[in-house]
């Protein structure tokens, strides 16, 4: 089977085409900036020697219609297909399934107008989802399409993990709770991580932290999800690249009164302004570390807020899971950042929690463990897969459907 994945954004697409024979990713592309005059298409691929060649274009790329178009045109110009009615599938990320999806599902007229439906609580995502699910839709009518989505993977959390304290009324009229995001990663990771401790998945029980310019953390005990940082948007939790996480509510009240902000301005200094950036002016962790390194004090007092926070989350979960067989660090800093590994696990011994300084310095593209032997919780770093992740499951979902047609 050759399976798409989508990740459609308000002005991106990233995609990638999968051999679900042996996982081998036949090809892989971005195209940025649509809807400006100045838009990226790209495309990475292998050729019949099994080098990697690449095609890119710079073209004013208006809408998503467009976008979708010229990525059918680079996969027929690379030759990893002839037309995208060969496709055995299409896989859609998207962000929030809000209540009404726990599982990834088939894509019909239901499904495409709940997720429209969901925008208010996503509407920085969901838009560009929907767009590429619609497009692709008329592009490719004949290939069956799947959508997987982020907070699936939290639904089986419990009502007191996802509960707000505030009026009731309001979760029952406006489904105000927490959802949780990056549920692709976090099932991902945990799945390899029972793989390589020998356990089934539902006997693990872990804390998984996916480190990136977003970040979230989630407890996990016997497979399946109880808790997760990230609230009703990606905004609660971690301290992230831009964005604040956990935040005293009146602050936001205190600005609004003293310095007159709307709540579109509070929006964008929260989500936008904050975290990393926000105290040193720079969101990109190995430039902030680059900067600590030289002295800055603010780029130093970013890092120990940074790592602070995760280390009082590893702290919680422990608390809540009881037993824990292994935490995991994945993403962009989680896989790299061996210092961010390092001090959010430092003295936490207490918790059996041992971190071996040489193995930690290491890096793999597999499944590496940076624990001690000696230490009774196994801390690992794994490489994500989002992407095989999503065209596991699509293709799962596509084979039960045809089974049941028939």
Known sequence: MKILVLNAGSSSIKYQLINMENYAVIANGLIEQIGENSSLARIKYLDKEGAEQKIEHKLPIPNHEIALKLMSALLIESSAIHDLNDLDGIGHRVVQGGSSFREPVIVDEW?????????????????????????????????????????????????????????????????????????????????????????????????????????????????????????????????????????????????????????????????????????????????????AEEGNEKAQLALDMFNYRIKKYIGAYSAALGRVDCIVFTGGIGENAHNVRAKSCENLQNLGIEIDPILNQKRSSRTMQISTKESPVTVLVIPTNEELEIALQTQEVILAHKQKLH
């Open 111 to 291: 499904v495409a107008s709940e997720i429209e439906r969901l925008i208010p609580l996503a509407p920085l995502h969901n838009p560009g989802h929907l767009a590429g699910i619609k497009v692709s839709l008329e592009q490719s009518p004949s290939v069956p399409q799947v959508v997987v989505f982020d907070t699936a993977f939290h639904a089986t959390m419990p009502p007191h993990a996802y509960m707000y304290a505030i009026p009731y009324h309001y979760y029952e009229d406006l489904k105000i709770r927490r959802y949780g995001f990056h549920g692709t990663s976090h099932r991902f990771v945990a799945k390899e991580a029972a793989k390589f401790m020998g356990k089934k998945l539902s006997q693990l029980n872990a804390i998984t932290l996916h480190l990136g310019n977003g970040a979230s953390v989630s407890a996990i005990q016997n497979g399946q999800s109880v808790d997760t940082s990230m609230g009703l948007t990606p905004l609660e939790g971690l301290m992230m690249g831009t964005r604040s996480g956990d935040i005293d509510p009146a602050v936001l009240f205190y600005l609004a009164r003293k310095e007159g902000l709307d709540i579109e301005t509070l929006d964008r200094v929260l989500n936008k302004e904050s975290g990393l950036k926000g105290i040193c002016g720079i969101n990109d962790m190995r430039e902030v570390g680059q900067m």
